[in-house]
């Protein structure tokens, strides 16, 4: 399975922007997906998660009220819609899916190549 992100991009802060991850087999499959962002010098970070059925979300608590991650397994993509974003949001932005499996190593992680989000202030 490849995941590939898209929207990423410059926006002013206030702006908005959705990332969406694309997969190229089923998304069904992923018992979690996850938005995680790399600023210049930092480690990566988990931004937000979401569970199989979309039921669960999580979000770190920097984007709480403004981000919101969902998943549409009949489209294979999952997205995350960034609103109010600050210069503190800039990175580059990775989308994880997560599959369970039934013999070590028992999971396995996949993931995109990134997408850059640039706020100006």
């Known amino acids: 399975v490849q995941l590939v992100e898209s929207g990423g991009g410059l926006v002013q802060a206030g702006g908005s922007l959705r990332l969406s991850c694309a997969a190229s087999g089923s998304t069904a499959n992923f018992a979690a997906m996850g938005w995680y962002r790399q600023a210049p010098g930092k480690q990566r970070e988990l931004v937000a998660v979401?569970?199989?059925?979309?039921?669960?979300?999580n979000y770190t608590d920097s984007v709480k009220g403004r981000f919101t991650i969902s998943r549409d397994n009949a489209k294979n993509t999952m997205y995350l819609q960034m609103n109010s974003l600050k210069p503190e949001d800039t990175g580059v932005y990775y989308c994880?899916?997560?599959?369970?499996?039934?013999?070590?190593?028992?999971?396995?992680?996949?993931w995109g190549q990134g997408t850059q989000v640039t706020v100006s202030s």
């Open positions: 994880k899916g997560r599959e369970l499996l039934s013999v070590y190593p028992y999971e396995y992680n996949y």
């Open positions: 979401i569970s199989g059925g979309g039921g669960t979300t």
